[in-house]
């Protein structure tokens, strides 16, 4: 991997850390629709994973067309958000973790999120896991970086 | 810092670290009184627990799931349940435990101690009152010690201390808790100091019991009271209740034993005793600069101080205010044993007789007159019962919580409704009730001929099997088209519930659920996690709570019988009132009567949103409404608002139920319903008890569901996040 690619890397790790809440474009019908979520990623940052309940518009939407992006900020409502702020939007294929991985993602997960243990326990939450394909980063106003995680 | 301070570091630390009541406690030993051996956990081993094991997020989670001021009592007492349930599965990081371990045991080793909370805010006169945070009596081993650390620390979050929550300035971001542990004294005899008597400025008052202080303090045991110049001394007063009892450090805490007959006949305290503590109250005063409340015990007739505060709790105190009357539903143990024995062997035994002899009464052939005073004595004895219900129906309900306590602090479960399961199947008074209607509708399964009657508004005759069932039925339960504080306006007769009837047989009975946790084995483990001498008291507390359960319910059923006899006398009053050929003289005795010149109460209008007309271009719907998960499962269904009593006798197969509140006198629609969801919020509501016998989803405390939520409107209710999905169109 080179080092350019590796700082990328690095540097969307770093966001996703301090980030708490994604937002989650799904679509249906050729209507996007965008939902807060928590996320978390794994370490190659191959995976984001989030809950949700399955009586949502985004678990409906997700189940019909499972490709569908997420977007990390780290902007802070203030006016040098503009050349301040990095901005990472991810595009990838969501599903319903296999119940196969799901303990052990969940782990991970719940190590950024421990408060929603409960929330995960319940039988109407869907774990899902997006297998992220390429992210877009954004910096200084228009840089725009695109990195490939997965063919 | 260390996590355990020695009282002669109190001072140095600070308030801000060693809270009010260790701080009051060192500045007491440093002026040469004696006080118990104390040590204190400071606030910031409680700060760094939180960080650790980042309990803060789950805590702010429960906290803001709804606002405060959209909460019941009950909501708040559950949130209170499940925060303390955090701290119970939330271990202390082994770095802290280690040390705190092992200070704990050189300092107290086997010796039993009480553990105390000590808050910043204490010292502050506005915040310093009794039973917002919990102490712990008599508790031994560090292990135990260590456990009850972080149930004080839990209890930042108390029921009460959420209720208060302005007054104490409580702000999860900021609040902190010390933990005091003092080396528990055998008492003789102890009590309390009141400096200045909260009914006359120029009194003081000393309370005094034999052994613990803790029968006081929990009203247990009547103590004896002195009322003494406040200036100086003199006793002005003494009042001697009947002495009986003394409480001890027992297994559980604390235990109750008679007295022998020398202390029943002799004061706890004599007048050089009682001159001691009054004087060693007015030091108090002048080293705090106030009035003070100050417990004290003697001890081989050695008088010494477990703890001083300012009296400021008659400052909380607000006609308007309800707050103090919940917090009086808090009841001790002992208490509830007593309250279970009235209301069991006294009060609904009387309540049963009182509606069997008011339905023998055939008011049809009485004088207008007697008519009229028979009217008025059921309204007196309608308002009598109402009364007892919130005197002592209600705080029983206390029974439940306490063994939720007891349950959670002894198995620590994840989910803290654990318990619940363990409530279940005590033979509802509306259950049996239910299984009498679901008896009436196979009737009608089974029986074409009679169905096709009732299709046609006929009833069989007096001797027809279902005809006598049905009269039983209505003889004990009514007709189910009134219910408790519906008032006068409802209509009765047998069509509402023949209606209802056939919608029940028209599908096949709803079962009683079975498939929950498995209730042998919860027991098992319950009663398993009591030492062989704490094993009584584990039973008996469960079998209070299971009484509690089943009282909870039933009480409404036996005082809405009283209400229907009422209801009946005012029909009768009511159509002789309507009648056009009514003598005049009886028409004014007749129009004299409150119940019959009381206006219905306006139908209950639901405040329609502004831009919910969806034939505009701009509309408001509800998608998602949170309320609190009171009963698992999931389910779809057209929602049935209950708006009035008729509303239940039109409800449907399948339908979800969406109220305000149900009492068990409305239950009877549930075994209908595919869910059910309530406004008011809470676990243990009548609503929720009787959705989780049925195993039906169940959603409590969803606020403005009734205005969001429209009749006929398709919904979902997940009966495990607590969530209400409305069917919206496809976008």
């Known amino acids: 991997m080179s080092d350019n690619k590796k700082e990328k890397l690095n540097n969307i790790s770093e966001l996703f850390e301090s980030q708490s809440l994604a937002v989650l474009s799904t679509q249906k019908n050729d209507q996007p629709y965008s939902s807060l979520v928590a996320f978390a990623a794994s370490s190659d940052l191959e995976s984001v994973y989030f809950l949700t309940p399955n009586t949502t518009r985004k678990y409906e939407n997700l189940i019909t067309n499972p490709k569908v992006t997420i977007l990390v900020n780290n902007s802070v409502n203030q006016a040098d958000d503009i050349y301040n702020a990095i901005s990472v939007t991810g595009i990838g294929t969501a599903a319903v973790a296999a119940a196969s991985d799901r303990t052990q993602l969940l782990n991970v997960y719940l190590k950024k999120h421990p408060h929603l243990k409960g929330f995960s326990k319940a039988p109407t939450t869907a774990f899902i896991c997006v297998s992220m394909k390429r992210y877009f980063m954004v910096n200084q106003f228009q840089n725009v970086v695109e990195i490939q995680v997965n063919s | ?731």
């Open chain 2, 1 to 731: 810092m260390k996590p355990v301070l020695e009282i002669e570091d109190f001072i140095n630390a600070g308030i801000d670290q060693v809270g009010g009541k260790a701080l009051c406690l060192a500045k007491i030993h440093e002026q040469g009184f004696i006080v118990p051996k104390t040590i204190c956990i400071p606030c910031q081993i409680y700060e760094t627990y939180l960080k650790q094991t980042r309990l803060k997020n789950t805590i702010l989670l429960e906290i803001n799931r709804k606002p405060f001021k959209h909460m019941r009592w009950e909501e708040i007492w559950d949130i209170s349940l499940r925060i303390r349930n955090l701290f119970l599965t939330t271990p202390i990081p082994p770095n802290i435990q280690k040390d705190l371990f092992s200070l704990i045991v050189e300092s107290f080793g086997d010796h039993p101690v009480a553990v105390r909370s000590s808050a910043p805010g204490e010292d502050n006169a506005a915040s310093s009152f009794a039973g917002l945070h919990d102490s712990f009596l008599n508790i031994i081993g560090a292990d135990n010690i260590v456990k009850h650390i972080r149930l004080v620390w839990a209890s930042l979050y108390s029921d009460a201390a959420l209720l208060y929550r302005k007054e104490l300035g409580l702000d999860i971001h900021t609040s902190q808790m010390a933990v005091v542990l003092q080396e528990l004294i055998p008492s003789d005899r102890s009590g309390i100091f009141f400096g200045l008597n909260p009914s006359n400025s120029n009194e003081s008052v000393i309370e005094s019991v034999y052994g613990l202080n803790q029968a006081l303090v929990d009203g247990d045991v009547e103590p004896d009271r002195w009322i003494l110049s406040q200036s100086s001394g003199k006793i002005l007063n003494h009042i001697e209740p009947v002495r009986k009892q003394y409480a001890y450090p027992n297994a559980q805490g604390v235990g109750f034993a008679d007295l022998s007959e020398r202390k029943n006949q002799t004061p706890p305290l004599d007048d050089q005793e009682v001159f001691q503590i009054w004087e060693t109250g007015r030091k108090m005063e002048a080293l705090f600069g106030r009035p003070q409340d100050m417990e004290w015990t003697f001890c081989n007739d050695q008088l010494i101080i477990l703890q001083s505060r300012p009296i400021t709790s008659v400052g909380f105190k607000d006609s308007d205010d309800k707050r103090s009357w919940y917090l009086t539903l808090h009841r001790s143990y002992e208490n509830l044993k007593k309250l279970y024995v009235k209301i069991e062997h006294h009060l609904i035994p009387q309540m049963i007789d009182e509606a069997t002899r008011l339905g023998q009464i055939n008011f049809q052939t009485m004088t207008t007159k007697l008519l009229c005073q028979e009217i008025e004595q059921r309204q007196t004895l309608y308002d009598h019962w109402v009364k007892v219900y919130w005197a002592e129906f209600i705080p029983f309900a206390h029974g439940i919580r306490l063994f939720g306590q007891v349950y959670n602090d002894a198995v620590t479960p994840d989910d803290p409704y654990e318990f619940m399961a363990l409530l279940e199947n005590t033979g509802l008074k509306s259950m049996a009730r239910n299984h009498l209607l679901e008896k009436l509708a196979q009737m009608i399964r089974c029986n074409m001929g009679l169905k096709t009657m009732l299709d046609d508004d006929m009833i069989p005759e007096m001797d027809h099997p279902f005809r006598r069932l049905l009269d039983k039925f209505v003889e004990e339960f009514g007709d189910l088209s009134c219910t408790t504080g519906s008032g006068n306006e409802c209509q009765h007769g047998n069509n509402g519930i023949i209606r209802l009837l056939i919608e029940f047989a028209k599908q096949p009975p709803r079962q009683k659920h079975t498939d929950g946790p498995d209730v042998k084995r919860l027991q098992e483990n319950y009663m398993d996690s009591f030492p062989a001498p704490k094993k009584k008291f584990a039973a008996d507390v469960l079998h209070l709570g299971r009484e509690s359960y089943r009282l909870r319910d039933d009480d409404n059923i036996h005082l809405g019988r009283i209400e229907a006899r009422l209801i009946e006398s005012v029909w009768e009053g009511q159509s002789r009132l309507s009648d056009p050929l009514i003598d005049t003289d009886e028409q004014k005795m007749l129009a004299q009567i409150p119940a019959l010149s009381r206006v219905p109460d306006e139908p209950s209008i639901s405040i329609e949103l502004t831009l919910s007309d969806k034939t505009s271009k701009r509309w408001f719907k509800s998608r998602q409404i949170v309320g609190h998960p009171a009963g698992p499962g999931i389910a779809t269904g057209k929602a049935k608002r209950i708006q009035n009593p008729q509303d239940l006798l039109d409800f449907k197969q399948g339908d979800v139920l969406v109220c305000s509140g149900v009492d068990p006198n409305m239950t009877f629609v549930i075994p209908l319903a595919s869910a059910v969801v309530e406004e008011r919020g809470g676990m243990l509501i009548h609503g929720a008890i009787i959705a989780r016998e049925y195993g039906l989803p169940c959603i409590t405390g969803a606020s403005q569901a009734m205005q969001l939520i429209k009749n006929g409107d398709q919904i979902t209710v997940d009966g495990y996040l607590g969530i209400i999905t409305c069917k919206t169109d496809e976008l």
